[in-house]
């Protein structure tokens, strides 16, 4: 299985979910992102970054967490999707209209359609989207 992570996802691995299903999924999708490894679009990084950022000034977690943690994510096997973004601009910005997303929402979403993948991701209105075009939404049942 491809795994697209969304930085939803990845996150929900330093800042935990309340709810627990959502925290009992972010553990399984940390199990498979360790083990197989996951795909993100370029995008991910600076959506990363932001979250910390706002974490840290929010006093949520301190620098020196979010220095770990992005230690940790460049273990693992998470790799940046290799078609230049300007190539999916035309599908992005039609799966933004089709489906109501932000662009960068829709992001995830052609990527995901693009490479048959599986979307981790805790986005309720992405992974809506998702489901509506046919994308495996991961912790769904099948």
């Keep these: 299985m491809t795994l697209i992570l969304d930085a939803s996802m990845a996150l929900s691995w330093l800042l935990e ?3 627990p299903g959502e925290a009992k999924l972010s553990g ?3 199990d498979v992102v360790r083990a197989s ?3 993100v679009p370029a995008l ?3 959506e990363v970054a932001n979250a910390l950022l ?3 000034r929010q006093r949520v ?3 020196q967490a979010t220095a770990y943690f ?3 994510l460049s273990i693992w096997e998470i790799v940046q999707d290799s078609v230049l973004p300007a190539l999916c601009q035309t599908q992005v910005i039609y ?3 089709v489906y109501k997303l932000t662009a960068y929402d829709a992001t995830y979403l052609e990527l995901a359609m693009r490479r048959a993948a599986t979307l981790a991701t805790f986005d309720r209105k992405l992974a809506a989207a998702a489901r509506a075009a046919g994308v495996c939404v991961f912790g769904d049942t099948v």
Aim: no cysteine; net charge positive; hydrophobic share 40%.
């Design 95 to 97: 799966l933004s209209r």
């Design 54 to 56: 706002l974490a840290e």
């Design 70 to 72: 992005l230690s940790s």
């Design 61 to 63: 977690i301190t620098a």
């Design 17 to 19: 979910r309340k709810d």
């Design 28 to 30: 399984q999708s940390l």
């Design 44 to 46: 991910w990084y600076p």
């Design 37 to 39: 490894g996951a795909l």
